[in-house]
């Protein structure tokens, strides 16, 4: 190996522990050096590949004459145009299959599946999936005897053969697999069966090398063929200098496994230490709104500790959460004495519902419901906790009528799905249309740009609100609208959104092979209620500090593309 070769790799094993993928790349490019004959130095007193071609063309020969192998047809010549890189001395340009043979796959009737206690291994793509099989096939969900394999004319592949997926999404996988004992592969594997001259796991990296998804063909079914993969150009190292290059390569990847470890390890801490921070945050007997506290309290630990904790996006992913669960906790901006409290607020919601149910335009809901739960935290001067009921109405949607079905049109009418309600509002890419006739049996149900959807079934306690353009759609029997009245929409979202409520539908969730949140259960949910003033200056906070978190995402962002970036330019060169 140059000393360009290992300064590049030592500044790697640097670099490798700050990017997201890096460990990964890092081992491509160890696999890339290594088959490019710059992981090792050459010896001038090995025996040339050009030796061991002619040892392996000799053993080919027996194999056919013993009937074992079938004559290998003709390859075509490498052509210079072909040939990816200059070649170390002692080296030889050759095509994959000429390092040894093809070991084909069987169809597998299923009348002979089901044995588990014969000496011959049935081995299909699932298999290589199972505990133990990670490098080396030892078990099989079936076997067979050797009378079964004669009966059925079943292909036997040695030990040491190694095999990957040759059909279906498999492929993109890029599995390989040596075997240990006298296996049938089934007609989705392919393998190989490298010449005895060969250093197995030499011809074992060599395979992981390549991403044979970029040789694949079709498109609803993809599959490669031996044709192509066989005449794959590879640069072949002297048999004395594949050992060296093995021992090589086992070095390195045991550097980079406790690299791995070592990053994994700090990852943890560093998610470890921020939820400790977070959590006694959020803790009931915390008093006082943030960034007013004490010194040595939590808030002061993040903002000491801000640009180490938030360089991975988890952490980022709590801080929002965190950010709503100190808003609805009343710790997110001081209380104002002066404000008009929740109760009188939640006096004037009351008044408004009855008059709308008198005037006949909403059916008064169920009787009062008792919500049930307790608050978890000591209410702020001039709060309330109070149920959803108390705070407006909350309806259905409606399913298509039976016998109906979506327009495979555009239409006027316009039917909103759960998959459509996403990151707080309606994503319209995928709209469903349905006729006038299907419209007028459920225009009842339809959703206003007032109101908040919360999801009840499939995706369950999404909230969002709905955008102008969306009002009055037809709304699906998964999804419920909330009609409120005297209160920050924003706020709302939020405060439906937060871990306080969220954890709440949870539990209220009927448990059903098709989960679903009833409307009742979302009325009993209990809700912290500031007063509104506070409720307005409750959402421009979070929008400030959600604005930070979004900025964080973004150099986090910014700082693995570089990363990558620089990973990528140096494997460019290579």
């Given amino acids: 190996m140059t000393d360009a070769t290992r300064n590049l790799l030592e500044q790697h094993f640097d670099t490798a522990f700050a990017a997201p993928d890096g460990v990964a790349k890092l081992r491509e490019l160890i696999l890339t050096l290594a088959m490019q004959g710059k992981l090792v130095e050459q010896d001038s007193n090995d025996p040339p590949a050009s030796e061991l071609l002619k040892e392996i063309k000799a053993e080919k020969q027996r194999l056919v004459k013993a009937g074992k192998i079938k004559k290998p047809k003709p390859l075509p010549p490498i052509k210079p145009e072909k040939v990816p ?197 959020l803790d009931p007997t915390f008093r006082g709104f943030v960034p007013s506290c004490e010194t040595q309290d939590p808030f002061a630990f993040l903002a000491q500790h801000f640009g180490e904790l938030y360089t991975v996006k988890e952490n980022v992913a709590e801080l929002r959460k965190a950010i709503l669960q100190l808003a609805v906790m009343g710790r997110l901006v001081p209380q104002d004495p002066n404000d008009t409290p929740a109760s009188e607020l939640l006096k004037e919601i009351e008044a408004e519902k009855q008059r709308l149910v008198k005037a006949g335009i909403f059916r008064n809901n169920d009787d009062k419901l008792s919500n049930g739960s307790v608050c ?35 239409t006027k009418y316009r039917y909103l799905t759960v998959t459509n309600m996403k990151n707080a509002t309606i994503i319209d890419n995928d709209i469903k249309y349905i006729s006038h006739e299907t419209h007028e049996e459920i225009k009842k149900y339809v959703i206003s740009r007032d109101d908040i959807y919360i999801t009840i079934a499939g995706t369950i306690g999404a909230v969002g609100i709905i955008p102008e353009h969306c009002d009055g759609m037809n709304l699906t029997e998964n999804a419920s609208r909330l009609v409120f009245f005297g209160c920050d929409k924003l706020f709302l979202v939020h405060l439906l959104s937060s871990g306080i409520v969220q954890d709440q539908f949870a539990v209220l969730t009927n448990k059903m092979a098709q989960p679903k949140l009833s409307l009742r259960s979302i009325l009993s949910t209990g809700v912290p209620v500031p007063p509104l003033a506070e409720q307005h200056r409750i959402v421009a906070r979070i929008d400030q500090l959600m604005a930070l978190c979004d900025t964080l995402d973004q150099r986090i962002d910014a700082a693995t593309d570089k990363q990558t970036e620089i990973l990528n330019s140096v494997m460019a060169a290579v």
């Fill in 85 to 281: 890189y200059e070649l170390p001395q002692g080296w030889e340009w050759v095509r994959l299959i000429e390092i040894g043979s093809w070991a084909l796959g069987s169809g597998l009737p299923h009348s002979i599946q089901g044995d588990t206690g014969q000496e011959i291994l049935l081995c299909k793509v699932s298999d290589m999936n199972l505990l133990g099989n990670e490098k080396f096939i030892v078990t099989a969900n079936n076997t067979v005897s050797e009378k079964v394999v004669q009966q059925n004319k079943l292909n036997i592949s040695d030990p040491g053969t190694i095999i990957f997926p040759k059909i279906g999404g498999a492929i993109a996988t890029n599995k390989r697999r040596i075997l240990q004992k006298k296996t049938v592969i089934d007609n989705n594997c392919l393998g190989i069966t490298p010449a005895s001259a060969m250093d197995l796991e030499w011809c074992y990296q060599l395979l992981l090398s390549f991403d044979f998804a970029k040789y694949q063909t079709g498109t609803s079914v993809p599959a490669i063929s031996q044709g192509i993969i066989g005449e794959i150009v590879i640069g072949l190292p002297p048999a004395s200098e594949q050992h060296r290059i093995v021992a090589r390569i086992d070095q390195l990847m045991a550097r980079c496994e406790a690299l791995e470890k070592l990053r994994k390890k700090r990852e943890e801490k560093r998610l470890a230490v921020h939820a400790a921070a977070i959590n006694q945050l």
């Fill in 376 to 410: 978890p935290f000591k209410l702020p001067q001039g709060w309330e906790w109070a149920s959803v009921q108390q705070l407006g109405f909350v309806l259905g949607g409606k399913r298509l009528p039976k016998g109906h079905a979506y327009s495979e049109s555009p």
